[in-house]
């Protein structure tokens, strides 16, 4: 396999050893039927316009000044200079860093646990799942609006019970408006992961139960001995997705407070967006957006390391 | 040893869960069948005196039906476009040993890494550029190429279990490329077609940033957008803005409905295998 994934190699002389020729047989079919390169064309072309240019382009614009309207000039280092001297974006920096730290704290436990949960086959459990995946139904736009209504000072939540600890405003207060998105923000992405770990919990082989039962393991130990060793690949993977996409997280903050009260949740993403496309300064916005993309890429590719040389392997191992 | 030793403190936990999880969603359709009146007036989490379809006649007055249209426009063609060349690319990825091949597997490998939604600021100016800044293309073209890594990683992961005899054969009887495709790689690839296509409806459907940044006219509002836009022109009916975010989901619950576990391997494509 490892000879016919590479390209056949150029021979200069005819009829060597047997089993090369067989091999050089098979290569010049699998040539023969493979199909030619245009159909990768449109993705390609799809790919290139629209994302490896503006990729690109982001790091270009770093170095201009624009205002959104007119031409482009070149700016040199401004942008960077001012972005890195801006306390709004360095407290921003903060934010995004405290968030991403933060909601997984919070998301990865209740996320490991609920699946776990939910793979039980109990018919209580199977019922539970089924409502468990409703917050799902809603786009983040949708999910936004209806918590902005729900915690509401006035009309929501607070007047629901007699409860003082209730009565709060949760979005407008700048000491609470943070955690309260990160509450916000777990409602509506811990039932996705659960969803990854209740497949990965299910497919650990029944067998590797049964033997722990059999050591006289009970429920905690098979949890951290079994379940938690088998569950690494998912661990990673959805680990990767929470960290990545807490730090690019954008719609919904922006319709729940749009980075207030004063700038209490302005992350980098909504900075990005306020400084690009309310303020009309593209240079520092797109530097803002350079940071967000080095920081992603290297979460992502640093996580992947973690595990990823022997992932496919594994995978292919256990299919 | 399940039944004899029931989990009760996890149970007890899950039902907790079960509590954070509906209370919001309970008062999402409990607000938007509430008479306006009564939204001010009486406890939010109450069982209103009377029920009422008002919320919701007032909204589709509202041109929520333009809306949701542009939005079935924008998904279909786009997940369209995406499925179709993503797979024709997955195929020569699994397919052909070229060099241009092994570069755009790599290539798509590594898009998925990128948190592609920070390059919004050149694609709005490119789509400036190109004159489309307002129109449902603006939406679908970087859509499409946003999709493309995921869709093409699961497709060739899907495509690379067929047994190679099956091509060959077909090559034999002289099928071209786009025959074969056709005939032999759209039919096989419909499970994973399926599910990837479920999966980048879901992202286009609800996407949000690039509707904000890359449209500004009704004309060309699509749902999530107008969500926010009735929040903003409804300010005193509630009721009718969560009768909007009811319709919205509404689409999506009736696919939950229909066929749970495609949804489900849908919206974990290519993360859970």
Request: no cysteine; charged share 10%; hydrophobic share 50%.
């Amino acid at each position: 396999m490892t000879a016919a994934q590479s390209p056949a190699p150029p021979v200069p002389r005819e009829g060597r050893a047997p089993s090369r020729g067989s091999a050089r047989s098979r290569a010049r079919t699998s040539l023969r039927t493979a199909p030619s390169n245009w159909m990768l064309a449109p993705a390609l072309a799809f790919f290139g316009i629209f994302a490896l240019l503006p990729l690109a382009g982001v790091v270009v614009l770093s170095f201009f000044a624009w205002d959104g309207l007119g031409t482009p000039s070149f700016a040199g280092f401004d942008a960077w200079v001012s972005v890195f001297q801006n306390p709004v974006t360095l407290n921003a920096m903060k934010l995004t860093f405290l968030m991403t730290a933060l909601s997984f704290v919070v998301q990865f436990p209740l996320s490991l646990l609920l699946g776990t949960f939910m793979a039980g086959h109990q018919r209580y459990r199977e019922a539970f799942s089924v409502l468990y995946f409703l917050p799902l139904l809603f786009s983040a736009a949708a999910t936004g609006i209806a918590f902005k209504a729900l915690l509401d000072p006035n009309f929501g939540l607070s007047r629901a019970f007699d409860a003082d600890f209730l009565r709060q405003d949760w979005l407008g207060s700048p000491n609470l408006a943070f955690y309260t998105l990160i509450m916000v923000i777990s409602w509506s992405f811990v039932p996705f992961h659960s969803l990854l770990y209740q497949a990965g919990v299910r497919q650990i082989p029944k067998s590797m139960y049964e033997a722990a039962t059999l050591d006289g393991a009970g429920r905690t130990r098979q949890f951290f001995n079994v379940t938690l060793p088998q569950l690494k690949y998912t661990i990673v993977t959805s680990s990767t997705l929470m960290l990545v996409g807490s730090l690019t997280y954008f719609d919904l903050i922006f319709i729940l407070t749009g980075g207030g009260p004063g700038n209490a949740t302005r992350v980098l993403p909504l900075d990005m967006y306020l400084t690009g496309f309310r303020s009309y300064q593209m240079g520092p916005a797109s530097v803002i957006a350079v940071i967000l993309i080095a920081v992603g890429l290297l979460l992502s590719l640093g996580l992947n390391k973690v595990s990823g040389a022997d992932k496919m392997e594994s995978q292919m191992e256990g299919a | 040893m399940r039944t004899r030793n029931p989990n009760v403190v996890g149970g007890l936990l899950g039902f907790a869960w079960l509590l954070v999880i509906l209370v919001p969603i309970y008062y999402i359709v409990i607000t938007s069948i509430r008479p306006r009146e009564d939204y001010f007036s009486s406890n939010p989490l109450s069982i209103p005196s009377e029920f009422t379809l008002e919320p919701f006649r007032y909204v589709l007055e509202n041109d929520f039906l333009r809306y949701f249209a542009n939005s079935v426009f924008v998904t279909v063609v786009t997940v369209v476009a995406v499925v179709v060349s993503s797979l024709m690319a997955s195929y020569v990825i699994v397919r052909s040993r070229t060099r241009l091949a092994r570069f755009s597997q790599k290539l798509f490998l590594m898009g998925i890494a990128i948190p592609l939604q920070a390059t919004i600021i050149p694609i709005y100016y490119l789509i400036v550029q190109l004159g489309l800044y307002d129109t449902l293309w603006a939406l679908i073209l970087p859509s499409v190429a946003f999709a493309i890594p995921i869709t093409v990683l699961i497709l060739t992961n899907f495509l690379r279990d067929v047994p190679k005899e099956l091509y060959e054969s077909m090559t034999v009887d002289g099928a071209t490329d786009l025959q074969m495709f056709r005939r032999l790689v759209l039919p096989l690839a419909k499970p994973a077609v399926v599910t990837v296509g479920i999966y980048d409806a879901l992202q286009v459907w609800n996407g949000f940033l690039f509707p904000l940044v890359l449209t500004q006219s009704s004309e060309m509002r699509v749902l999530p957008l107008s969500l926010w836009a009735y929040q903003g022109e409804f300010t005193t009916n509630i009721p009718a803005v969560l009768a909007a975010v009811m319709l919205s989901a509404l689409p999506i619950l009736v696919l939950y409905i229909a066929g749970r576990r495609q949804l489900i391997s849908g919206l974990t494509a290519g993360f859970s295998k």
